[in-house]
């Protein structure tokens, strides 16, 4: 037995693919959307219905969150899978599609606003008993603040977009006028990249090893 009878999948090439192919599997009805320049794209003839939703360009079709939602009524699915990419992080898309009464295939809009802002993330972590790395806990006030922080964990430090990623608004620093400096070209460069120019800070690790786990939850409480 399926939890879906229809699931339209807000993507394209590749990543869509592998959803269709997918819910093909579990025997699942797929609904492709594209954009004009992705017409007779594969993932679109490999679905079982397909309809437009906009121009080329990508906040036209792809990002547009109201004409994803009126294909997803027209079509009468059950379900969105954003894949990743896109939408997939767009917190006011998950609760547009609770909103319209269609499962979000993916994390709350709470769980995603959360996570979206890396000060936030941290915070949250460090009260949920999650072992951090030593630094602000949220958004830094401002400059002086920054400073104050650094002096406490040890120098170098770190600062960090509060709301991007990428390498984009990041600026080491080994003492106090570093860190002045750096607030405002990391908060400059943040809020020209992300619209976002909130900061926090971290102490630097020198030479770290990188271990990344991944972990998948449904909303039964399986983890």
């Known amino acids: 037995m399926t939890i879906f009878r229809k699931v339209l999948v807000a993507n394209r090439g590749e990543i869509a693919l592998r959803i269709i192919r997918t819910l093909k599997a579990l025997g699942i009805a797929s609904v ?4 004009d320049a992705d017409a007779d794209a594969l993932h679109v003839n490999s679905a079982d219905e397909a309809l437009r939703i906009g ?30 990419g896109f939408l997939s ?24 606003a959360l996570a979206g802002d890396k000060a936030s993330a941290r915070e949250a972590l460090s009260k949920a008993g999650i072992p951090i790395i030593p630094g602000s806990l949220g958004e830094l006030a401002d400059a002086e603040e920054a400073v104050a922080c650094a002096d406490e964990v040890g120098y170098p430090v770190i600062l960090k977009a509060a709301g991007g990623g990428g390498g984009r608004g990041m600026r080491i620093a080994h003492n106090g006028d570093e860190v002045r400096d750096a607030f405002k070209v990391a908060s400059g460069e943040a809020a020209a990249a992300f619209g976002n120019g909130a900061l926090y800070l971290e102490k630097y690790i020198l ?17």
């Open 89 to 112: 992080e767009n917190s006011e898309f998950a609760l547009k599609c609770l909103e319209a009464g269609l499962t979000f295939i993916g994390p709350s809009s709470e769980v995603i």
């Open 32 to 35: 492709a959307v594209y954009s």
């Open 207 to 223: 030479n770290p090893r990188h271990i990344e786990i991944q972990l998948l939850a449904d909303t039964f409480g399986s983890v």
């Open 55 to 84: 121009p080329p360009l990508s906040r036209k079709s792809y990002l547009n969150a109201d004409n994803i939602l009126e294909a997803a009524k027209q079509c009468g699915a059950d379900a969105i899978h954003p894949g990743y």
